[in-house]
């Protein structure tokens, strides 16, 4: 069954596996000029997002949270976490250390997992920390990236065999960059000809 991830349905992107798909979303959450609006940009909008976002984030994990509650302060935070994370995803190295709150809770059948705590942004970071944890375990976190469109940037989860995806949609940003590439290139064979050239 597909979880509707909206901040990544925008894009037509595929979930990220398993509750990787709230990382994939949050960072999808980015104002990109055709797609939406930025989704952390005010109060009702990160609202409707985060409800859907916990709900597909909780249906993902088969636990039953409540998403918390923010505050205006709280936005420019998860705007901050955001850009941090797009920096990780790019493998730029953030610096500095951040101390995020998670809790490590025992069910009934034995099973360990790690719970967000905390309130306000600082709950969803713990959520979105603990599955950056847990994916670089599995070693899916290198799967995650941004398409190379700069006009798009969206996030993705690389499917392909050997991890070698640039385009969060081949059809559409991929085709679109090669025809610009192309476009450049034989723009570039005219002047070195003295062909006219053609725009």
Request: no cysteine.
């Given at each position: 069954m597909s979880i509707p991830w909206s901040a990544s349905q925008r894009y037509g992107v595929t979930p990220a596996p398993g509750g990787l798909g709230l990382v994939q979303d949050f960072l999808n959450t980015r104002g990109i000029a055709g797609y939406g609006p930025d989704l952390l940009?005010?109060?009702?909008?990160?609202?409707?997002?985060?409800a859907g976002a916990v709900r597909a984030w909780s249906a993902a994990r088969g636990v039953d949270l409540a998403p918390p509650r923010f505050d205006d302060a709280d936005l420019a935070k998860l705007r901050g976490l955001r850009a941090r994370i797009d920096s990780l995803v790019a493998g730029e190295v953030t610096g500095g250390r951040t101390t995020v709150p998670a809790s490590l809770v025992v069910s009934g059948a034995g099973e360990v997992r790690l719970e967000p705590s905390g309130t306000g942004w600082r709950w969803l970071a713990s959520a979105l920390w603990a599955e950056i944890l847990l994916s670089q375990h599995a070693d899916t976190w290198r799967r995650i990236k941004q398409c190379h469109n700069h006009r798009c940037g969206s996030t993705f989860y690389d499917r392909s065999k050997n991890n070698s995806g640039v385009w969060h949609d081949v059809k559409t940003c991929g085709n679109a960059a090669n025809l610009r590439a192309s476009r450049a290139r034989r723009r570039e064979r005219q002047r070195a000809t003295g062909s006219p050239v053609s725009p």
């Open positions: 940009a005010d109060a009702a909008l990160a609202a409707d997002w985060v």
